[in-house]
């Protein structure tokens, strides 16, 4: 089974600052996407920002980046100049699979990390 | 483009009734996931479906039970509530490219079983 961990149940940073958020996973396999999906109090899951492993380059979105470490198999977001809106549940997932398979991969989870705003 | 849409959004049941969760998307997606969220907790799969006909465990599907007639539709069945069932309930989907863009969740249904 693939494993996804999130080591910071909780986190805190102050407004216009920038925060880091961990996530490691497990996998044998050389096909597979990472995401980050933020889900704040209205419960909506929010794709952030998603990875293809074979792509080198970390991909970014306005404010929010990742570093994708795939030899250590770490897959971190960075959030720059943090806004008051950002507040909210962050979850690491990975996307594994066989591309040849046909088959449906599925979308594991890990534990979350929350995420507060300070003004 | 309404989404991923899930009725009810929230409900309360005894223990020992059953109830059915809806889903439907207007996307045309091929594949569609039902996923349970504990308190504090990721989400895990409880079933999915590849297209209408077909279905298949995911790590919790254990008091569920599920069935996809059209590509629209993905009800999931819980018979004899347990307490243990008390959980955010959310539907997802994704389309041929089996989610490597990700999925497009719904809002969620909020369930606790008394």
């Known amino acids: 089974a693939q494993t996804v961990t999130q080591s910071q149940p909780e986190m805190s940073v102050q407004e216009a600052e920038t925060v880091t958020l961990s996530c490691t996973y497990d996998?044998?396999?050389?096909?597979?996407?990472l995401f980050w999906y933020k889900q704040p109090p209205s419960r909506q899951m929010i794709l952030v920002i998603r990875?293809?492993?074979?792509?080198?380059q970390n991909a970014t979105e306005n404010r929010f980046s990742v570093n994708f470490q795939k030899a250590a198999k770490s897959f971190s977001l960075k959030i720059s100049d943090s806004q008051l809106g950002d507040a909210a549940m962050y979850f690491c997932a990975s996307l594994i699979g066989g591309i040849s398979s046909g088959s449906a991969r599925q979308l594991t989870f890990g534990s979350g990390t929350q995420l507060t705003v300070l003004p | 483009n309404a989404g991923v849409t899930q009725t009810p959004k929230f409900r309360i049941l005894k223990i020992g009734q059953s109830m059915t969760l809806q889903c439907t998307q207007d996307?045309?997606?091929?594949?569609m996931y039902w996923y349970r969220q504990d308190p504090g907790m990721g989400l895990k799969l409880i079933y999915y479906?590849?297209?209408?006909?077909?279905?298949d465990k995911g790590e919790v599907p254990n008091g569920y039970n599920v069935s996809r007639s059209t590509t629209e539709d993905f009800p999931l069945r819980l018979e004899l509530a347990a307490p243990s069932q008390t959980s955010v309930y959310f539907c997802?989907?994704?389309?041929?490219?089996?989610?490597?863009?990700?999925?497009?969740f719904g809002s969620g249904t909020r369930l606790t079983v008394v």
């Open positions: 996998t044998s396999e050389s096909d597979y996407y």
């Open positions: 479906s590849v297209g209408a006909g077909i279905t």
């Open positions: 997802a989907s994704s389309y041929r490219d089996r989610g490597t863009y990700g999925y497009t």
């Open positions: 990875q293809e492993a074979y792509k080198q």
């Open positions: 996307m045309n997606h091929n594949y």
